[in-house]
């Protein structure tokens, strides 16, 4: 248990007692060689969904598009990512779904939309994985850059907050670049994780609006070309 906390961040073990640390860590082991792995945890606060894979580009975009498919959305969401190695990343997400388009209750994933899920999770990753392999041997041949992309994930982090993925090639001045864009659009970081593999970097901004109030998607839409233009590669 101690080699899996050790992995997790800081933030990971103010949250979870021993007992829920020992119950995670048996659930990310359960995953094993798989592309993914998902569990109904029994927590303190009622029946969460636990998803193990590896991290990647999208990865909670994707988590979110096949609970679409099951007719299930995330309500409130828990993300860590585990460092397993220096060039291999596991992300470990808490989700508490609700029905989607409707106002219900907390649900969990009876075991037929468990394994649906799953099945089509790995479907996707696996589409986008071999899409990657497949521009990949051009774009180094040939000296392309790397690809940039700003985003907001579909669903709210939390009430209030919003999680901002940036990928871009990584360069100096790349962060303070990302940072300085975010504080002129009056949004507050509250949590990051910065994460740069073969030159690219997949960074990871939990972010709040200075003002308090939820943002419309257009205002989001400003905050996300704000971050585009200040980065370096842009340049």
């Known amino acids: 248990m101690s080699r899996f906390t050790d992995f997790m961040p800081a933030a990971y073990g103010r949250l979870y007692n021993g007992d829920e640390i020992a119950e995670h860590a048996a659930i990310a082991a359960r995953r094993g060689g798989q592309l993914v792995h998902a569990e109904i945890w029994q927590s303190s606060k009622g029946p969460l969904l636990c998803v193990v894979a590896q991290d990647r580009p999208g990865l ?9 498919a099951q007719g299930v959305t995330i309500q409130s969401a828990q993300a860590f990512c585990r460092e397993v190695t220096r060039e291999k990343a596991e992300a470990i997400d808490f989700l508490e779904l609700r029905p989607s388009g409707a106002k219900g209750g907390p649900i969990q994933l009876d075991p037929d939309g468990l394994r649906a899920f799953i099945q089509f999770l790995t479907e996707v990753i696996t589409d986008d994985m071999n899409q990657r392999a497949a521009l990949s041997p051009s774009s180094s041949q040939s000296g392309a850059e790397l690809p940039t992309r700003v985003y907001f994930e579909r669903e709210s982090f939390a009430d209030g907050r919003y999680m901002l ?5 990584d360069s ?15 949004m507050r970081i509250m949590a990051c994780l910065i994460n740069t ?14 003002s308090l109030s939820a943002l419309s998607e257009s205002e989001l839409f400003d905050v996300q070309l704000a971050v585009l233009d200040a980065l370096p590669s842009r340049h």
């Open 172 to 186: 100096n001045g790349l962060l303070h670049a990302v940072c300085s864009a975010l504080s002129a659009k009056g």
């Open 197 to 210: 593999v073969g030159g690219q970097a997949n960074d990871r901004f939990e972010l709040e609006p200075s």
């Open 60 to 68: 909670l975009a994707f988590i979110t598009d096949a609970l679409l």
């Open 165 to 169: 993925i940036v990928e871009a090639p």
